[in-house]
């Protein structure tokens, strides 16, 4: 798994295995796509032999995670923020894996496929900061008229943003429907979003006040799963890299 999240620096290998055509897996992932849930995984590995990373899949069909097929669970996902998305880390031991059909492709996949993770990514936290938003609405409009002059400060940047949010979701759909730029575009949206989301949470949670922080409100919950996006591909650093570099 790179430390950057750019899959084009993985440090796991994939060695030739003893049936033609087949291959072993080693290294440490992060499987955020459902482990446990799905029934196969996609995973990037350097080929024995080759400098770049290529595509792979894994059949996970009950297979045991304690390490005598390969597979070791390194760490279990806490459901701290984004709960279902059972993100756990595994290390990957000579484990077997089937490469794509069309070999060396990695990037022009990439590039042909551009924005639609970003997108996937991005609609889910949009739909959270749509809910958050309605939620805090229906507590905020009772008492509208006691609002502290900075509540009423948070309570309209919140507003705000939540509209600019929308805006940037839908610049990246036309975008990718356009086919105009739509890699950049959508990275631009992406990592707008995330930190527009992030800031809307906060605000609503100074809104709403010291209830957020109890287990019964939704709030915090929402706080800490919109954060996520943050951290999601391309996560904020290699998003600016990328956004710099044009």
């Known amino acids: 798994m790179p430390p950057t999240g750019d899959i ?13 055509g087949a291959y ?35 059949d996970m069909r009950d297979v045991p995670w304690g390490g005598s097929a390969g597979v070791t669970l390194t760490a279990a996902w806490d459901g701290h923020g984004m709960a279902a998305t059972q993100s756990h880390a595994m290390a ?7 490469r794509i059909a ?12 551009g924005g639609l993770t970003q997108c996937c990514f991005t609609s889910v936290i949009v739909g959270v900061t749509e809910v958050a938003l ?6 905020v409009a009772p008492r509208r008229d006691s609002l502290r002059a900075y509540e ?30 739509r890699r950049f575009r959508a990275v631009q949206a992406k990592t707008a979003i ?6 809307v949470l906060q605000r609503i949670c100074r809104v709403i006040g010291g209830g957020t922080f109890s287990r019964s409100s939704p709030f915090g919950y ?5 954060r996520a996006l943050g951290f999601l591909r391309p996560p904020l650093g290699l998003s600016y890299d990328q956004l710099y570099a044009v």
């Open 194 to 199: 995330a930190e527009l989301a992030e800031s």
């Open 102 to 113: 069309w070999p060396g492709q990695l990037r022009l996949i990439q590039e042909n496929t």
């Open 24 to 58: 072993l897996l080693t290294g440490q992932k992060n499987f955020g796509s459902g482990s446990g849930i799905t029934s196969y995984m996609i995973t990037v590995a350097v080929p024995e032999g080759e400098s770049g990373p290529d595509m792979f899949v894994l």
């Open 222 to 226: 929402w706080y800490e799963d919109v």
């Open 152 to 181: 009423r400060v948070e309570w309209s940047k919140a507003e705000l943003e939540g509209w600019l949010i929308q805006q940037a979701y839908e610049g990246m759909l036309r975008a990718m429907e356009q086919d105009r730029d």
């Open 92 to 98: 990957f031991e000579e484990f077997p894996v089937a």
């Open 8 to 20: 084009a620096r993985t440090r796991a290998s994939a060695r030739r295995g003893p049936p033609d």
């Open 134 to 139: 309605e939620a805090a609405r229906q507590q």
